[in-house]
């Protein structure tokens, strides 16, 4: 048989291949977001509920507005992890500032997402706060909030909770949040997790920052960095329950993957991380205070720090109320 320029390249690549393998080597295949699954509540009713939790926000806690440098920092990086996840599995995600001091994110169903000034200040690079941010979108990715509403065994008591604190007497909304696990208490708005959801947003996220070319050891690194403050750590440790050695989970899970080149340091992240160090910054205590009296939804609004839900798919599609006795 005549021996083409195709076959030889052929012979060629299967020669390499038997060679790697003969010397040790893993041919390894670069890592896949998981089919998230579903929920008992629709896409529509999860972006509506998070967006409506959203607009509490803006009236609970202080929010920079959108032109402020940290917001259109914190969105340029958004938008590089927005872009590792497929269409079909994506969210309207978006990106808000507040000037907490404390180290603290979260995101809401649907896709809102918010970051204390003091997550910015914390960071070493710009890899270690993509890797919270990656972190907290694997939250939305994987609908915990809204696979948590299913299983909600004191809803009735939850909704009755938050509607105190919400001041408003209807269900849908409040009983909604209660079930997702979404709730307003002293310290703003609270989201809880278990600690399966919390391994399996280290590992989404992992994979959404290699995606996109950031070093996903360090999302371990700044966790690992904020367990080392102890018992006095910080509201995102007391949020987010650990779960257990996610240093070493971490560096198991991305073991495998292919080398890559990461992105280096940032100019734009030194600078962002400069100017947030000069804003006026509110402890939670003082955002508690504020509330009370309306002080944020003030300064939000002169501020031009406002909020407007987007309308989803199917206009009006109505929350899922307790119905529970």
């Known amino acids: 048989m005549t021996e083409t320029p195709a076959s030889r390249k ?3 690549a299967v020669g390499t291949l038997l060679l790697l393998a003969s010397v040790g080597y893993t041919v390894v295949d670069v890592p896949q977001l998981p089919n998230p699954g579903s929920a008992s509540m629709s896409r ?13 926000v803006y009236q609970q806690m202080p929010v920079l507005p959108d032109s402020s440098p940290e917001t259109q920092y914190i969105r340029k990086v958004g938008k590089k992890l927005l872009a590792t996840i497929p269409a079909q599995y994506s969210w309207p995600f978006e990106f808000h500032t507040v000037p907490q001091k404390e180290i603290n994110a979260f995101a809401l169903p649907g896709g809102p997402m918010f970051v204390n000034v003091g997550t910015i200040t914390a960071a070493s690079n710009e890899s270690e706060l993509a890797g919270v941010m990656a972190h907290e979108m694997s939250h939305v990715y994987m609908q915990h909030s809204a696979k948590q509403a299913g299983k909600a ?13 919400l001041g408003t007497q209807t269900r849908g909304i409040v009983g909604s949040l209660a ?5 307003f208490g002293a310290q703003g708005l609270m989201l809880k997790y278990s600690r399966t959801d919390e391994a399996q947003a280290d590992a989404v996220g992992a994979i959404i920052l290699y995606k996109a070319g950031y070093n996903p050891q360090a999302m371990a690194d700044f966790f690992k960095k904020l367990a080392s403050e102890g018992s006095q750590g910080p509201q995102f440790l007391s949020d987010h329950p650990n779960p257990g050695n996610r240093d070493q989970a971490i560096q198991k899970e991305i073991a495998a993957w292919p080398p890559r080149t990461y992105n280096q340091a940032d100019a734009s992240f030194q600078a962002a991380r400069q100017h947030a160090t000069g804003l006026k910054v509110y402890s939670g ?17 002169q501020n031009g720090a406002t909020f407007k839900a987007p309308v989803p798919a199917s206009e009006k599609t109505p929350l899922p109320t307790n119905t529970k006795k």
């Open 44 to 56: 529509d009713q999860q972006i509506q509920l998070g967006f409506q939790a959203a607009s509490k």
């Open 153 to 165: 065994q004191t809803t009735q008591q939850l909704a009755g909770i938050a509607g105190a604190i």
């Open 285 to 301: 205590e003082e955002i508690a205070q504020g509330a009370k009296s309306g002080q944020w939804a003030t300064m939000n609004k």
């Open 179 to 183: 079930q997702a696990g979404v709730q």
């Open 10 to 12: 052929f012979m060629v």
